[in-house]
């Protein structure tokens, strides 16, 4: 039986695990790895500018394909530069291995140069995490890092590898490593659902006078078909539909039974109908903050159903009447399947989606009108009437521009959505959109930016350029950190403390200076021509897109506030909070 | 503004593990992100191989936490099993000590009184000292300590909780 080195064995296993693509950046302690990537020719290696990035670009095209997304970094800076990403998949449940370089074993705890504890600083923000000491089970921590990120809830596993590790042989026969997905011996996510608790599940839903269908981005890690299921428990139940930012797409925008985004800077008609319920059924969300408002004031009359992978999702921030541990994709096939068996008729729900009318009238989206400047929710919408024919992949940034994405661009199928929505990280859109572009050729990706968050990643430009790849960006330039200026106008009587984005670049010199086309859309008059400019170019741009400064992104709940507490604009808003509301994130 | 707390109460859990580097910082680690409390940690190898190690977890926590720190310990991938033997009814809990005390005279048989009431074991002893063993729930312990102190206490080492569902289930 032939020896390989653990390098080889490392990518000889990747490639039997179907690896394609992977983002990365070399250095010392990955070198070995490098060699034997290049010496294989069949793994398609990304060369990032900064290992955030990488991670990053792993989760957009993880998000937008369904596949994991890979990761290959070095030891020290390499590792600690990828914790940020890393954190975000876990937030996000994205499925993802990052293999980290470490010093040789030898070394391991004398602070060798580039030493730093991986899987220590890494034990808190991973699913899991391995330290390979021997090569020989290298192909089998592999198989497995892979198996436990893709299965039950998705997240990040990071497998640190030692150089000397990477450079002594084992015996290796390809496609021997141990297949893991039924056997292991303590990881065994439930992914069925217990029949009983369907039915129940299912007869709740029939005898309610008021549900909804509050769904989230579990639905979009189901894969295709739960989106599908979910529609179809929509038509057949006539319920409607609400989503958290993680979940838009799963369900069709331009639906007569979708709500809109619920939560901080959800719909007015998503809120109260979450708050007037008398049956929530939550499908692969996990009433998170963002989403409650204030939890004794969350939908104080309804009874909830809870389905989520995790069963520490389950009664974690909000009680509910009937757990259900599953796969969201398995609990709706069974659910539409019983549903159906148990002839329930369609439930009779006028009344309710009369009182959404009224909801709905209140017209929560609508923002006052500027001729002189181009309002940020005006250039998405325009945005959105250029480009959703071509069934766009959308990444964005962290802030305004993101929430304003999410109210204003109407998302049609899963996949095509990916943010930062957990952790909340600046920077991911660009390296993102390069992610979805890799695993997407043909797609329009766009980064809808704002000119503070771009600026965390813009090194990724040189990255785009390297690989051709056609990414658009689209800055929603304000001159500030929206989002800490809007809530320092609430909260701290507009005492703008560090968030005006001085010393800005000159955005389309920028994109030249990278091989870019850079174009400047300046007033009204230009928005439509500009963004035709932007996607007749074959090719990556940036569009520096002036808004009016001063725009706030409304709804918006308080934090702290009910469903019922919402700011519908400005003129709502008060100048200083007490101590109890600063305090709260 | 001031920050309140729920009534929290006392559990005592058994979590089985895989005996592999780095489990016991993932365990603790999980409490501290977390923010929950560890009143006491044992942890030792249970199996013939070696394999599995039981780590008893004495922690406060109320209901809902609770039930938040068996589903977090659970979906650790080297976690086997987590029992809350609290809840789970009859069980027996035990604890050793060593306690060093000083004592000449009167003080010696004071203590060594004591000692033979509390079934503590004398497992050292000079002219002026004695170290003794005892084992028992935490009260007892606690009890003990409290009277050697007023004898003349010097240093105690204590193993911390563990403990064990009654009857022939497992």
């Given amino acids: 039986m032939a020896e390989l080195s653990g390098a080889d064995i490392l990518i000889e296993t990747l490639c039997d695990l179907g690896v394609e693509v992977v983002f990365g950046y070399p250095g010392g302690a990955v070198l070995p790895i490098y060699d034997a990537m290049f010496r294989s020719q069949r793994i398609k290696h990304i060369l990032v500018r900064h290992e955030q990035a990488a991670t990053h670009a792993a989760e957009g095209y993880a998000r937008s394909t369904g596949k994991p997304g890979v990761v290959l970094v070095t030891s020290g800076p390499g ?22 370089g470490q010093v040789p074993t030898a070394l391991i705890g004398t602070d060798a140069f580039q030493e730093a504890d991986t899987v220590g600083i890494t034990r808190h923000c991973t699913k899991h995490n391995y330290l390979v000491k021997d090569p020989a089970i290298l192909a089998d921590v592999i198989n497995e890092a892979f198996h436990i990120a893709t299965s039950g809830r998705p997240g990040p596993v990071v497998v640190d590898i030692p150089k000397d590790v990477q450079v002594a042989t084992a015996r290796f026969t390809k496609g021997t490593g141990t297949p893991v997905a039924t056997v292991h011996k303590t990881y065994r996510p439930q992914v069925k659902a217990e029949p009983t608790l369907i039915e129940q599940a299912m007869d709740m839903l029939a005898a309610a006078e ?12 189901a894969g295709p078909g739960a989106s599908q299921l979910l529609r179809e428990l929509a038509r057949i139940t006539g319920a409607p539909v609400t989503s958290t930012l993680m979940g838009l797409g799963a369900f069709p925008a331009s639906s007569d039974q979708w709500l809109g985004m619920l939560g901080m800077h959800g719909t007015y008609e998503a809120n109260y109908a979450m708050n007037q319920a008398d049956l929530i059924l939550c499908l692969g969300a996990r009433f998170d903050d963002r989403v409650t408002g204030r939890l004794d004031a969350f939908s104080p009359n309804s009874r909830k159903i809870h389905v989520d992978i995790d069963r520490s999702s389950i009664n974690k921030n909000v009680r509910v009447d009937l757990p259900i541990v599953a796969d969201v994709g398995r609990a709706l096939e069974d659910m539409v399947r019983v549903y159906k068996s148990r002839r329930h008729p369609k439930p009779d729900l006028a009344e309710w989606w009369r009182r959404i009318k009224g909801w709905r009238e209140v017209r929560s989206l609508d923002f006052p009108e500027n001729k002189a400047e181009i309002m940020p929710q005006a250039a998405i919408r325009a945005l959105w009437e250029a480009t959703h024919r071509k069934s766009p992949i959308i990444t964005t940034e962290v802030g305004q521009h993101q929430m304003w994405a999410a109210q204003h661009f109407g998302f049609e199928g899963p996949n095509k959505w990916l943010t930062s929505g957990g952790l909340g990280t600046m920077g991911y859109g660009l390296p993102a959109a390069i992610g979805a572009q890799i695993g997407n050729p043909g797609a329009l990706v766009i980064d809808i930016a704002g000119e503070a968050s771009i600026q965390m990643n813009i090194q ?54 990278y091989g870019w086309k850079g174009i400047c859309i300046e007033g ?24 009016a400064q001063l725009a706030n992104c409304f709804p918006m709940i308080p934090s702290g506030a009910a469903h019922t507490d919402m700011l519908l604009q400005a003129s709502e808003v008060s100048g200083e909070m007490d101590d109890s509301a600063k305090a709260l994130v | 503004m001031h920050i309140t707390q729920e009534i929290a ?12 580097p780095g489990i016991l910082a993932r ?72 306690i060093k005390v000083r004592g000449v005279g009167d003080h010696r048989v004071e203590a060594l009184r004591l000692a033979e009431v509390y079934r503590a074991r004398v497992i050292d002893a000079t002219t002026s000292s004695f170290v003794f063993e005892v084992t028992g729930g935490r009260e007892k312990i606690d009890t003990f300590i409290g009277l050697m102190r007023e004898i003349g206490l010097i240093e105690v080492a204590r ?12």
């Avoid at chain 1, 008021?210 to 890690?221: A, E, K, M, S, V």
């Avoid at chain 2, 109460?9 to 592999?20: G, Q, S, W």
């Avoid at chain 2, 039981?54 to 979906?75: G, K």
Wanted: aromatic share 6%; net charge negative.
């Fill in chain 2, 159 to 170: 193993t911390g909780i563990v403990a064990i569902a009654r009857g022939n289930g497992s």
């Fill in chain 1, 524 to 547: 009204p008059d230009q928005l439509e021509s500009g963004i035709a400019d932007m996607l007749a170019y074959d090719g990556p741009v940036m569009v520096d897109c002036r808004v």
């Fill in chain 2, 27 to 98: 365990i603790a680690g999980l409490f501290t992100a977390r923010g929950y409390n560890i009143e006491s940690l044992t942890v030792s190898d249970v199996t013939q191989d070696q394999a599995v190690s039981r780590i008893t977890i004495v922690t406060s926590a109320s209901d809902h936490v609770m039930e938040q720190i068996l589903a977090q310990l659970d979906r650790l991938v080297p976690v086997h099993s987590v029992t809350d033997l609290t809840a789970l009814g009859a069980h027996v809990e035990r604890e050793l000590a060593l």
């Fill in chain 1, 460 to 513: 990724e430009l040189g990255t785009a350029t390297q690989y051709r790849l056609p990414v658009k960006i689209f800055i929603l330039n304000n001159q500030y950190m929206g989002m800490v200026r809007q809530w320092q106008e609430l909260t701290y009587a507009s005492r703008y403390a560090e968030s005006y984005s001085d010393a800005l670049p000159d955005f389309v010199k920028l994109a030249e200076a």
């Fill in chain 1, 210 to 221: 008021r549900p909804i269908l509050y769904t989230g981005g579990g639905i979009i890690n």
């Fill in chain 2, 9 to 20: 109460r006392p559990h005592t859990l058994a979590i089985m593990v895989d005996n592999e």
């Fill in chain 1, 79 to 100: 590792a600690t530069n990828a914790v940020t990403g890393i954190t975000d998949a876990l937030m996000d449940s994205i499925p993802m291995v990052v293999i980290t």
